[in-house]
Structures are given as C-alpha cells and as structure tokens.
Nanobody, 113 residues
Framework: QVQLVESGGGLVQPGGSLRLSCTVS???????MAWYRQAPGKQRELVAR???????IYLDSVKGRFTISRDNVKGAVYLQMDSLKPEDTAVYYC????????WGQGTQVTVSS
C-alpha cells in the first residue's frame, strides 16, 4: 500500500509563495505524478501533472504561477506556488495520474490578507 505524505502548506498573503512537498513510500519511477486540490464545497481538481520525462501540464488558472517538479531518487514531487491568489485556497494532495492510490491527508493552503 503506497502512502502519500504532503507538507508545506500554510497561511500566506495574496502574492506570496509556498513550496509543497509530497513523499511517496513506493517508487515513482515510470509513474505520472500530479498535484490536486479541493476547495470547500467543490470537487477535487487536477492542478498540475508531470510525466516520467518531466513534461508538465497545468490547470489554466495556475499557468505561469505554479511549477511542478519531481525527484525520482527521493520519491518526491514538489509544487512551487508563486503569486498566490485567494482562489488558490484549498487542501492540496498529490497522487499518481490518473489517481489510483489512496489519498494522503493533504496540506492546507490558505491565501488571505
């Protein structure tokens, strides 16, 4: 059973930055990885995905502000979030893409002045 542990969230003012980290108990070699988020009252959505060759795709609303990266040796995935907006407030999760592993606890990101 793969375990996912997300960290790095917090409270930040609009325009600020956060770097989220996700550690995976199993290997991520050969696996497409992604960050997802779920805001209160909304469905979980895919925010960013990275392939095994490090090709990336992003949700339109975060393009140019978020950057996903991976470290296969460490079994980790990262999400650098810059120019944060209040609408980015959500619980952020990592998982493979498509998401078939059990979800971790996520990390709360709150963007507010």
């Amino acid at each position: 059973q793969v375990q996912l542990v997300e960290s790095g969230g917090g409270l930040v003012q609009p325009g600020g930055s956060l770097r989220l980290s996700c550690t995976v108990s199993g290997t991520i070699f050969g696996i497409y990885m992604a960050w997802y988020r779920q805001a209160p009252g909304k469905q979980r959505e895919l925010v960013a995905r990275i392939t095994t060759g490090s090709t990336t795709i992003y949700l339109d609303s975060v393009k140019g502000r978020f950057t996903i990266s991976r470290d296969n040796v460490k079994g980790a995935v990262y999400l650098q979030m810059d120019s944060l907006k209040p609408e980015d407030t959500a619980v952020y999760y990592c998982n493979e893409s498509p998401s078939t592993w059990s979800w971790g606890q996520g990390t709360q990101v709150t963007v507010s002045s």
